[in-house]
């Protein structure tokens, strides 16, 4: 049993949160108000490559806060430049306008192993059900591209499957309610997709 939620999944952008300049590995954005102005395609691809990068660095520095800032040390020295293998996670507000025009958008962004994984929302979107839609994503994305395992530039190059992930629990940009027999059919079909099975 699955069903729809009526507000949209704006886009989806995998991204370095590692300490230095932010690398966009992958971003899927879905029509917004402000790229169907633009009408070179040129245009609107850089569009939103700036768009996807200016996301990039704040869920960056939100990340790189959180870590300086974590109680999980005890130490006081707020974890290692070389420890990426905590796990973080949270939202933020856009404001409208640039980044993603139009109006407020939410993000919703999970990091681990170095890597960050945005939802980028609109406004009156369920925060909980994205969350919860992100962290399936991110689990089949770390499980098939074994992305922990390998530099950036091997993750962009199996965007494919990231794209195949990412159509099969966010189909055209709607968030899924799933109970675990949908889950379970959702990744039998994933499999066979993916392993031509």
């Known amino acids: 049993y699955y069903c729809f939620w009526d507000a949209m999944v704006v886009g989806f952008i995998v991204h370095t949160v590692t300490p230095g300049v932010c690398r966009v590995l992958f971003s899927f954005l879905f029509e917004t108000e402000g790229a169907q102005d633009v009408a070179d395609d040129d245009e609107r691809r ?16 939100e990340y790189t806060f959180r870590r300086a800032t974590s109680s999980n040390d005890l130490s006081g020295s707020g974890g290692t430049e070389d420890d990426h293998s905590a796990t973080e996670s949270g939202v933020f507000r856009l404001q409208p306008g640039l980044p993603l025009t139009g109006s407020a958008k939410v993000v919703v962004w999970h990091a ?6 945005c939802l980028v929302c609109e406004n009156d979107e369920n925060r909980v059900l994205a969350e919860n839609v992100l962290n399936l994503i991110v689990r089949y994305i770390q499980e098939h591209i074994k992305s922990t395992e390998q530099p950036p530039a091997e993750v962009m190059l199996k965007s494919d499957r990231i794209t ?5 629990f966010l ?5 899924l309610f799933l109970n675990h027999r949908a889950v379970k059919q959702l990744e039998k079909e994933l499999e066979q997709l993916l392993h031509g099975k």
């Open 46 to 61: 850089a569009l939103r490559k700036e768009q996807a990068l200016r996301v990039g660095c704040r869920t960056q520095s």
């Open 112 to 117: 681990v192993h170095g890597t960050g994984y």
């Open 171 to 175: 189909p055209n940009g709607q968030l």
């Open 164 to 168: 195949a992930i990412l159509h099969q």
